[in-house]
């Protein structure tokens, strides 16, 4: 339950440091606004993204969070499908032009820019 000191929370687990201090990214600040997620096959990047985007969707309202979810694999992201923080549809690059979505985005950003 998102709690109303809770609501508009960025921040997520990301990993653990060195001395085992649990490390967490914030979306709000600029040099976190950008992920790469990288491993071998099998290694739970899915299951990381899932994780980190599950911790987001209950810390938040639909108000406070808005995703475009994009997912080649077809699987990664189907029990997100429904979310109110979804912005639109789960996008599938075999099904819908990706790079009219990330249009859409771009035309979304620079009103809220002008705004």
Do not use: C
Request: hydrophobic letters at 50%; proline letters at 4%; aromatic letters at 8%.
């Amino acid at each position: 339950m998102v709690t109303p000191e809770r609501r508009g929370v960025s921040r997520f687990p990301v990993g653990v440091a060195v001395d085992g201090s649990l490390r967490f990214a914030d979306l709000a600040e600029p040099q976190d606004a950008h992920f790469l997620v990288a491993g071998t096959t099998g290694s739970g990047k899915s299951e990381w993204l899932r994780a980190a985007l599950a911790s987001l969707i209950a810390a938040n309202t639909a108000e406070t969070l808005r995703l475009v979810l994009i997912d080649p694999k077809r699987t990664a992201f189907a029990a997100f499908a429904g979310s109110r923080a979804l912005w639109r549809d789960i996008v599938y690059p075999s099904d819908e032009d990706v790079t009219a979505v990330f249009a859409a985005l771009i035309n979304e950003m620079e009103t809220r820019y002008r705004a």
